[in-house]
């Protein structure tokens, strides 16, 4: 059964006020258009969860659509810092943003066992580091076998995990290539999935190779054709990451009212992404597309 | 010669890297570094990062550590919580670059907060991989410029464990390895039987004098303190010919 629509149902059918959220992706498939989309809806007092909020959270925050982040990096890559989460988590603007901190692998274990239906989930992780002490939902425990000790972290469960991947067919079977990073464990331990894409294939095609497949209709709740729909970042084979957007946005997210002026232009001026994507112009988008290179085909083999 | 600090920085971290080490990298002078030693006394080395990339072979800088030319042409990818639990906590990695806003004399970490964790005077982005890093490759590297705000006596808080409050208190915790090498812009700085950074060489024009002023506590210097070993011809070519053209993350002489 299809279950393809558009960005802006998806997200105000998937999406309510308060609710915790994991825009999936590390570095690539992050979903920019579904953060845009959930800045136009004004949604409000949401727990933005994820591994390295990067620009997408930081647009959200300043936005005013934040009260919690739920993090283990919040930077932006390979630039700096990010202002808006600073200015938040520092001086309460625009709102207050109640921080839980996390290390990569900790926040990622949280997420596997929330994916896992178990209680906790056990990693020599934290050991000699300050953070536990800041946060309930991390405790040392003893092994039960011997005098050996890891540290637990309690299941992280999203009420909402929006993931990308470069195609899936009309149910929500996904394939992603490239870097995985926590895009399956988002997706199994969120109770709604919204799934964007920058294709739409057949069912043939993802049965042509499981292999590759990420997630599988099951699991999806709303599917959303969006090509581009993670520009800046980048979709592996299909556009590089527009490292113009990084370093401008380290300047623009610097001054409250260059914040307001952005936004406007970029996310309350444009209905959807198609239009974002037509006021980049296709000279940006050229300059971002890589040559191609093809995997050698595998032999599933046909089997009576 | 001409060369800067940068690029001495750069060639003196490549130079701690050994043919058969497995290396988490990190995006600027550690990616700079990784590729100078690949491609001059370590052709086997063996990249990882923290994004799941085993074995990339970057075609050009990566601009982060997922940047798609870290995955075209990788021996394979890891979703992240597999690169974390087999490759790093398993012990399938020797060298880690770490990096961060203060190293103290016991060489942790701090990349989390200055001042108060719950009012910070400036919230730094965290930890990232960089904790478990820290906790779980055989040596640590950290390439950083020499400063007494980045060298505090002790870090605002522990982001990343070095030494802890020395080999002992580390050893307690179950933790091998540790820090290996803090190499700044002024000197070559190692840990001593007890867990404590000193001067190991001294780049050629830096004095001892500099490294007092920039650091935070009375560090000690070697009995036999040398001199950083100068970039060579080739490592300067690498670096600025093919590695680092645009200077996105070197000074260049010339």
Redesign the interface.
Known sequence: MSKVTSMHDAISTGVSDGDSIYLAG???LIPFAAGHEIIRQEKRDLELIR??PDLIYDQLIAAGCARKAT?????N??VG??PA??RA??DGIPTELELE?????GL??AL?AGASNLPFAP?????????PE?NDNIARIESPFDD??VYAVAPIQPDVAVIRAQRADDAGNAHLW????????AGLAADTVILSVEELCSEETIRSDPNRTVITSDDVDHVVHDPYGSHPS?A?GYY??D?EA?IEWAEIASDVDRVEAWLDEWVYGVENRREYVEKLGAERLLDLQ?EH?YATPIDMGAYR | MNYTKSELMVVAAARELENDDSVLVG??KPNLACNVAKRTHAPELKMVY????IGSNPSSP???????V???GAVS?????NG??YY??AGRLDVGFLGGAQIDKYG?INS?VIGD??D?????????????I???VDRTLMVTPHSERRFPEEVD?????GF?DGREG?EE???DGGPEAVITDLAVCRFDERGEMYVDTLHPNASREDVRAETGWEIEFADDLGTTPEPNEEELRLIREDLDPNEMYTDQAE
């Open positions: 590390f570095t690539h591994a390295t993090f283990s990096w919040a930077g890559p390979g810092s990010l989460f600073r988590a520092e901190e996390y290390t990569h692998f990622i274990a596997d990693l020599r992780g934290f050991i000699g580091s300050d953070l800041h050996d000790y490239g870097i995985q990073g926590e895009v399956k464990i980048y592996q590089g990451r490292n990084y890589p290179s | 995006i600027g923290e994004s799941g990339t990566p601009l982060s550590i997922g940047d798609p870290l995955a075209s990818i890891e979703p992240m919580r974390f639990n790093l906590q942790n989390t964790y719950d910070p005077t400036v919230r730094l982005p965290g930890s990232g991989g960089a904790c478990e820290a906790g779980h808080f522990i982001t990343s464990p802890v580390r915790l179950g933790l």
